[in-house]
């Protein structure tokens, strides 16, 4: 009944990032229109960046970062300011988990796009702009693995440490993959008190 | 609590139902009570089916209101069919939740069908002093109303339908004033798209935006919502105004606004929904409205925009930092440095969408467009905001200007603005639209929008490229 609906929890993570530094990378870009007429979660996957991905044609743009050799692999984006701004679509976060993205290190990501990363145990990490220079510049230069601790809160590359801060409670929704509707109808008797006191006072609203 | 607060932190303090740490001010975190919700079909099937598996019911099925807009056809002679089978198959789960959940829904061919943003307003149900909740992110319409509205993802409406609340986080406040009066031939839709471009993209980002000042207090609720609506493009997660007597005005016999005594107990309510001389925000920003000029989006992100007389910056001589973004958007917009912006052919012409399909929209395309023709070329449309506004805009005889000009007179639905439906561009094709987002494919893959006021997408369908308003006469 209260079974928790991310079961990926995680506290290390050590894969391949790719480094993705537009600004403003929006959800329509993130997963296209045509991958949100499904009633279910499935086929997300393909959709992910679809059309900088792939060609007219179907087949896979070699430019395209992700379809570059060594980024078979790839589990984390550092990516721009303000990512994932735009349209409220929870399938931009459906399709990079289903894609295999675990986590995205940034300097700001969009409201909705962070709440629904959140719900779905799918790890931002927000940079300060000098921290998140550093690391993408160091990526940029060679090609490598890193390593996210979210216990000791810091990304790791070679020899290169850096420390990140992330709210309590989304951190331990990532490492645990909690229930959150169950976790809030444990106040359900709150509610309902403070919903029978709100109408009385504001009637027009009952 | 601090002696002085902003509106928006009044009403958060209202609808606070337990804290959820010991944080105050910006970064606390509660559980925050959710007066009503607008559901689509496109957003909110996997949060029906989640209710389902856990075996949970909807806390308070009156606070919702479901409304088809994303998928539908808005072919004139439209049917209760969809235009594609992915699409009757959301349209169908729709329906069927409703009925399962006890929720009330309007389908494709329901006499107030419409976009939701459009359809709620002006059933009369969003009221000052409300939080409002949807999965759509142009719910800070409702800021209009002197309501924090916010758009939340599926997982948010499951847990919204299920508890009636949502686990929030404290917003930052920053104001936008607006000092003076706008210039004739600019509308809300300019002033909101020069405040995009004057602080960002992610200009408000993480802040509770509240606009202020003469030229917002000036704009009918209608130019409020096309304000507040658009915020969500430059980052602001909540947009306010100061509800007033032209919030109540409007309210005035709709059919599920207050009435008689009830009516006349929240006014007093509401009174006090303002900020407090001396709140503090954490960001306060000043603009001139007199400095406001017709916009255009010239890029591919909404504060990629010049007044109509300008012309495409040359990335080289931008900030660093916007350079490759710019050479980027340069590219995929088709368009050269240098190039004045009334030099941009367009194909297509859309007047519709959440933020500029209302009937004050239509009248100002009306305006332009009477005794005018659409340019050889150029296909136009218009899609009405609601199937309300469609009757009313028929009543007053705008739909005849509209066909005798060339546009096509469709029906309601979000269509072109996201092309989710079959209104889509072809690769390659350029728009000028009255919606509120220019990003890539977004009115279809490899199309091109150019964002502007209603009365500007008339003018440039007249002109057959981007045209200056303010030089086209209305009749």
């Given at each position: 009944m209260t079974k928790p609906k991310t079961e990926r929890g995680f506290s290390r993570l050590t894969a391949t990032a790719a480094v993705m530094p537009a600004a403003n990378v929006d959800t329509d870009v993130i997963m296209p229109k045509?991958?949100?007429?499904?009633?279910d979660r499935a086929g997300l996957a393909r959709g992910l960046f679809h059309d900088m991905r792939f060609d007219a044609d179907g087949s896979p743009d070699p430019a395209f970062l992700l379809n570059r050799p060594g980024f078979e692999d790839c589990r984390i984006l550092v990516t721009g300011p303000n990512f994932g701004c735009g349209s409220s679509r929870e399938h931009a976060v459906w399709g990079m988990l289903q894609y295999g993205i675990r986590a995205i290190i940034g300097t700001s990501f969009a409201g909705i796009f962070a709440d629904n990363a959140a719900n779905n145990g799918l790890l931002l990490i927000s940079l300060d702009e000098e921290a998140h220079g550093r690391?993408?510049?160091?990526?940029?230069?060679?090609?490598t693995a890193l390593t996210i601790d979210?216990?000791?809160?810091?990304?790791?590359?070679?020899?290169?440490?850096?420390?990140f801060a992330i709210d309590p409670r989304r951190r331990r929704a990532i490492m645990l993959g909690l229930d959150r509707i169950g976790e809030t109808l444990a106040h359900a008797d709150a509610i309902r008190a403070f919903q029978t006191d709100y109408l009385a006072a504001a009637p027009w609203l009952a | 609590m601090p002696s002085s607060r902003t509106l928006y932190d009044k009403i958060i303090d209202r609808h606070r139902v337990t804290p959820l740490n010991d944080i105050e001010g910006p970064g606390e975190q509660l559980l925050l009570y959710i007066d009503r919700t607008v559901l689509n079909e496109y957003t909110s099937p996997q949060a029906f089916s989640g209710l389902r598996e856990a075996g949970r019911k909807v806390w308070r099925p009156e606070a919702a209101l479901g409304v088809v807009d994303h998928v539908n056809s808005t072919a004139p002679d439209r049917t209760a069919t969809a235009p594609d089978a992915d699409a009757q198959r959301q349209i169908d789960y729709f329906a069927r939740n409703g009925r399962d959940f006890g929720i009330e829904m309007y389908d494709v061919l329901h006499p107030r069908q419409g976009i939701e943003h459009v359809v709620l307003p002006e059933l009369g149900w969003v009221v000052p002093g409300l939080?409002?909740?949807?999965?759509?992110?142009?719910?800070?319409?409702?800021?209009?109303?002197?309501?924090?509205?916010?758009?939340?993802?599926?997982?948010?409406?499951?847990?919204?339908?299920?508890?009636?609340?949502l686990p929030y986080t404290r917003l930052k406040s920053m104001r936008v004033t607006i000092d003076g009066a706008v210039a004739p031939g600019v509308t809300a839709k300019d002033m909101v798209m020069a405040v995009i471009r004057s602080i960002g993209a992610a200009g408000a980002h993480g802040h509770a935006l509240e606009l202020a000042g003469d030229a917002v207090r000036a704009l009918g609720i209608e130019g409020r919502m096309t304000i507040c609506n658009m915020a969500v493009e430059c980052g602001a997660r909540v947009a306010l105004?100061?509800?007033?007597?032209?919030?109540?005005?409007?309210?005035?016999?709709?059919?599920?606004?207050?009435?008689?005594?009830?009516?006349?107990?929240?006014?007093?309510?509401?009174?006090g929904l303002r900020s407090d001389d001396g709140a503090r925000f954490d960001r306060d920003v000043r603009i001139e409205a007199r400095d406001i000029a017709p916009m255009v989006s010239w890029g591919t992100s909404p504060d990629q925009a010049l007044p109509i007389d300008g012309t495409i910056p040359d990335p080289a001589a931008l900030p660093e930092a916007e350079r490759r973004d710019a050479e980027r958007a340069i590219a995929y917009m088709g368009l050269q440095p240098g190039m004045a912006l009334e030099a941009v052919t367009i194909d297509r012409a859309f007047i519709g969408s959440c933020t500029n399909a209302r009937l004050t929209d239509l009248r100002a395309a009306a305006e332009i467009l009477k005794g005018r023709q659409v340019a050889p070329g150029v296909r136009a449309m218009i899609s009405p905001g609601s199937s309300t506004v469609r009757r009313e805009a028929e009543a007053e005889g705008l739909d005849a200007i509209f066909t005798a000009a060339g546009f096509e007179w469709r029906q309601s639905g979000c269509s072109l603005c996201l092309a989710m439906n079959d209104d889509v561009l072809a690769p390659g094709e350029?728009?000028?639209?009255?919606?509120?987002?220019?990003?890539?494919?977004?009115?279809?893959?490899?199309?091109r929008t150019h964002l502007m006021s209603p009365a500007m997408v008339a003018a440039a369908a007249v002109a057959g490229h981007l045209a200056?308003?303010?030089?086209?006469?209305?009749?």
């Open positions: 045509q991958f949100l007429k499904g009633i690391l993408a510049a160091y990526l940029a230069a060679r090609h979210l216990e000791a809160e810091n990304i790791m590359v070679d020899d290169l440490v850096l420390p | 939080v409002i909740a949807a999965g759509d992110s142009h719910t800070t319409t409702y800021g209009a109303f002197g309501s924090v509205g916010f758009g939340i993802g599926t997982s948010d409406i499951e847990h919204l339908l299920a508890t009636q609340t105004i100061e509800p007033d007597e032209a919030v109540v005005d409007y309210l005035a016999g709709r059919p599920k606004a207050p009435k008689g005594e009830l009516l006349e107990q929240a006014r007093r309510a509401w009174t350029r728009c000028a639209s009255s919606t509120n987002r220019n990003f890539e494919g977004r009115q279809g893959s490899g199309g200056d308003v303010r030089r086209m006469p209305r009749s």
